[in-house]
C-alpha cells in the first residue's frame, strides 16, 4: 500500500509543479483512505470490539494534525516575508479553515480555479481542501459504522449486509449527485464534499468486496499493471479541466483498486514488485508530509521569483526542498508524536496534545488578524479630506491630505474592495429563483424615488459603487445582477452558453420589473493594449429596453493592465513609475461610444477615463486612493470618489432625475 502511495503523491507533486494538471493522485489517496478505514473498523465489529469512537478520532487526529500545525506556521512565517500584503488576509482566512478541516468549503464558496495556469496567484494553502474533506470523512464514516452496527444488532442482520447497504447506498446517491453538480457548476463541484463522498464509498466497498475477488494469479498481474498504466495517464487522457470529479473521476479510482485488486502475486512480472522496492516504500512513508509541503513550497517560489511556471530546473529543486522539509517533518514531527504512548492511555492527554497543536496555530493567526484588523479599521477612521480620490481632480480643490494619512484601500483588504450588498429579497424585488446567486440589493427606505438595475460582469459590479452612492442620496432601490466574466451581451462568437443564459435570463426578468434605469458596461477593454470593442449586439439590447420605456446608460469600460497594479505599487513604492503606464498606450483615441446611436432618446453613454486616467497617464493613485484592486477592478473606494463626476455625466438623463 505505501508503494501505491508513493506512486499518487508523486503523480499529484510532479503534475502540479511541470504540467500545471489534476493527475487523479488526489483520488487515489481518497480511495486508499477509506479502504484502510473500512479494513479496521470491519475488523473491530467482526472481532466483537467496541467500536470507541472518541478513541478512534483522537488517535486520528493526534496522528494528522501535528505536520498540519508545522506546514502552516512555515506558510505563514514565508508569507510575511514573500507574499504581498494584500493577499494576507486571504492567507490568514485559509490557515483557519485548513487547520479547522474546513477548506474545501471556503475554496468552494470563493469559486477558486483550481486549473489556474499561474499558480503564483493561488493560494499556499489551497491543496488543503483535499485534507479538509478526508477529515470531514474520518468524522462521519466511523458514524456510519456505528449505525450500521446498531442497525444489524437491532434487527439481527449480517454487520457486512448492512454496511454493503449503507455505503452501497451513499456510493450511488452522491456519485449521481457528483455528476449532475459537476456538469452546473463544476468550480464548485471539485471542492464539495457531497461530490467526493462517493470515493470513499467506493474504497469501503471494495474492503467489503476484496476477500472474494479471487482471481487467477495471471489475471492479477495484467490487473496491476493496467491499474498503473490507467493511473499514470489519466491526468493527460481526460478532460479533468471540464469534467472533474464527476464520473470521470472513476477513472483514477478504478485503477488504484485494479492494483489492490492485484495484490502480491509473487511474480517477477508483477507491478507488486516495483510497488514493493524500498524507495517506492519510503517515498510511501513520506507522502502525506511531501503532499502537504509540495504546493507552499510551488507557490511561495513563484511568489518570490514573480513567475508563472518553475520551468524544469526550478521544478526539480522545488521537489528536492519539498522532499527534505517532508523527511524532517516525518522525522521529528510525525513519528514522535505517534509513538507517544504517554497521549495514548488517556483521552485528557490526546486532548491536551490536539489543544497545544490547536494553539500553536491559533494564537500567531488570532494576534496577526486582530493586528490587520486594526490597522484596517484605523484607515477608515480618516476623514474623507485624508482620501479625496477623484475629487482631487475637480477644479478649485485644495489638498488637506495629512502626512501620516494611510492610501486606501487599506492593502491588507484591498483584494476585498468591491461592492457588498445583501443578498436579494424574493419579496421585494421579485427575483426568480435561477437568478438569485447573481442578485444583490440595495433597497430605498419606504416608497423608492426610482428603482435602478445594475447587469453585466464584474466591472458593472464595481461600477454599482458609484450607482449605491447615487441611491442613498436619492432614495432608489439598487438591483444588482452580476455573473462574473459575463459581458452583457446575447450568444456570439465568444459568448459562453452560460454567459448567454445569463444575458437572456436576467433580460427577461428586466423586462418583467420594468426599471426606471438599466446601468452596464458597454464595451470590453483588453489587457494592456488599446483593443476596445463594443459589446456584442449592444445597440439592439438598448432598443429592446427601450421598447419597454427602459433607459439604459452604457458606461465605458476602464483600461486593463497587464501586471497586477498592488504587486507593482509594494514592489516600487518608492517610485511608482513602473506602475504608472500611459494612457495612449491603454485607451484608444476614440471611444467605441462615439459612434454608437441606437436612435433612442433612452440611451446615454458615461465615459470616465479622464477620471481614471487623468492627463496622460494611468496613474496608480490618485487623491491618496488606490485606483485599482489588481490588473483589472477600479477599486469601489475611487468609484465612490468619482461620485460627483458621475452623477455630472447623467445630468439631462429623465428617468433619474428627482421627482
Not at 235 to 262: S, T
Request: charged share 15%; aromatic share 10%.
Amino acid at each position: 500500500m505505501q508503494g501505491l502511495r508513493a506512486l499518487a503523491v508523486l503523480m499529484v507533486v510532479s503534475y502540479h509543479v511541470w504540467f500545471g494538471r489534476v493527475s487523479g493522485g488526489v483520488d487515489v489517496f481518497l480511495l486508499i483512505s477509506a479502504f484502510l478505514l473500512a479494513l479496521s473498523f470491519l475488523r473491530k465489529a467482526e472481532s466483537g470490539k467496541p467500536l470507541d469512537l472518541a478513541r478512534h478520532w483522537l488517535h486520528q487526529f493526534k496522528r494528522l494534525l501535528p505536520a498540519v500545525v508545522v506546514v502552516i506556521l512555515g506558510v505563514l512565517a514565508a508569507t510575511y516575508v514573500l507574499v504581498p500584503k494584500y493577499r494576507w488576509l486571504d492567507i490568514i482566512e485559509q490557515s483557519w479553515a485548513s487547520l479547522l478541516y474546513v477548506q474545501n468549503w471556503v475554496l468552494a464558496s470563493n469559486s477558486v480555479d483550481y486549473y489556474a495556469d499561474d499558480h503564483s496567484a493561488a493560494s499556499p494553502l489551497q491543496h488543503f481542501w483535499s485534507l479538509s474533506v478526508q477529515g470531514q470523512v474520518f468524522i462521519l464514516w466511523p458514524l456510519l459504522f456505528l449505525a450500521s452496527s446498531l442497525l444489524a444488532r437491532r434487527f439481527q442482520l449480517k454487520f457486512r449486509g448492512v454496511v454493503l447497504l449503507v455505503f452501497g447506498a451513499l456510493f450511488v446517491a452522491s456519485l449521481a449527485f457528483s455528476i449532475w453538480e459537476t456538469y452546473t457548476n463544476q468550480a464548485y463541484a471539485y471542492f464539495d464534499t457531497r461530490a467526493r463522498l462517493w470515493e470513499f464509498a467506493f474504497g469501503t466497498l471494495l474492503a467489503l468486496a476484496l476477500p472474494f475477488l479471487r482471481l487467477p494469479r495471471s489475471l492479477r498481474i495484467v490487473a496491476g499493471w493496467v491499474g498503473v498504466v490507467a493511473m499514470l495517464s489519466g491526468g493527460f487522457l481526460l478532460d479533468v479541466q471540464g469534467q472533474f470529479p464527476g464520473y470521470v473521476a472513476l477513472w483514477p479510482v478504478v485503477a488504484a483498486a485494479l492494483v489492490i485488486v492485484a495484490g502480491q502475486t509473487g511474480s517477477p512480472f508483477g507491478v507488486d514488485r516495483y510497488l514493493s522496492a524500498g524507495p517506492l516504500v519510503r517515498m510511501g512513508d513520506l507522502s502525506y508530509a511531501l503532499y502537504l509541503w509540495h504546493w507552499p513550497v510551488l507557490v511561495l517560489a513563484l511568489i518570490w521569483q514573480d513567475r508563472p511556471t518553475p520551468g524544469v530546473l526550478g521544478g526539480l529543486l522545488v521537489i528536492a526542498v519539498s522532499l527534505v522539509l517532508a523527511y524532517l517533518t516525518m522525522r521529528f514531527v510525525e513519528r514522535p508524536l505517534r509513538r507517544l504512548t504517554w497521549a495514548d492511555k488517556r483521552r485528557r492527554r490526546a486532548v491536551i496534545v490536539l489543544a497545544v497543536c490547536l494553539g500553536l496555530v491559533a494564537a500567531p493567526l488570532a494576534g496577526w488578524q486582530q493586528n490587520l484588523q486594526a490597522q484596517a479599521a484605523r484607515a477608515a477612521a480618516q476623514t474623507s479630506a485624508d482620501n479625496p480620490g477623484a475629487v482631487s481632480l475637480l477644479p478649485g480643490y485644495r489638498n488637506e491630505i495629512s502626512e501620516d494619512a494611510v492610501t486606501l484601500p487599506e492593502l491588507s483588504s484591498i483584494k476585498g474592495d468591491f461592492p457588498r450588498l445583501e443578498a436579494c429579497d424574493a419579496t421585494a424585488t421579485g427575483i426568480p429563483a435561477d437568478l438569485a446567486d447573481s442578485c444583490t440589493q440595495r433597497l430605498a427606505e419606504g416608497e423608492p424615488s426610482r428603482t435602478i438595475v445594475v447587469v453585466g460582469n464584474s466591472h458593472a459590479q464595481h461600477m454599482s459603487a458609484a450607482v449605491v452612492s447615487l441611491a442613498e442620496k436619492h432614495n432608489w432601490t439598487v438591483i444588482d445582477l452580476i455573473s462574473l466574466g459575463c459581458v452583457f451581451g446575447p450568444a456570439g462568437p465568444d459568448t459562453t452558453p452560460e454567459c448567454a443564459d445569463f444575458f437572456e435570463r436576467s433580460s427577461a426578468y428586466i423586462e418583467d420589473l420594468e426599471p426606471d434605469a438599466v446601468f452596464t458596461i458597454a464595451t470590453k477593454t483588453q489587457f494592456g493594449s488599446t483593443a476596445e470593442t463594443l459589446v456584442p449586439d449592444f445597440e439592439n439590447t438598448v432598443r429592446r429596453y427601450a421598447a419597454r420605456g427602459i433607459q439604459v446608460i452604457g458606461v465605458r469600460d476602464n483600461p486593463r493592465f497587464e501586471f497586477n497594479m498592488p504587486d507593482c505599487i509594494q514592489e516600487h513604492e518608492d517610485a511608482l513609475e513602473p506602475c504608472t503606464p500611459a494612457k495612449a498606450d491603454l485607451v484608444p483615441a476614440v471611444s467605441p461610444l462615439d459612434a454608437l446611436d441606437p436612435g433612442t432618446p433612452l440611451y446615454r453613454s458615461v465615459d470616465m477615463t479622464d477620471v481614471i486616467c487623468p492627463g496622460v497617464t494611468c496613474p496608480p493613485i490618485i487623491g491618496n486612493v488606490y485606483v485599482y484592486i489588481d490588473n483589472n477592478h477600479v477599486s469601489a473606494t475611487y468609484w465612490r470618489t468619482m461620485v460627483s463626476q458621475f452623477e455630472e455625466r447623467l445630468v439631462g438623463v429623465p428617468a433619474l432625475e428627482t421627482a
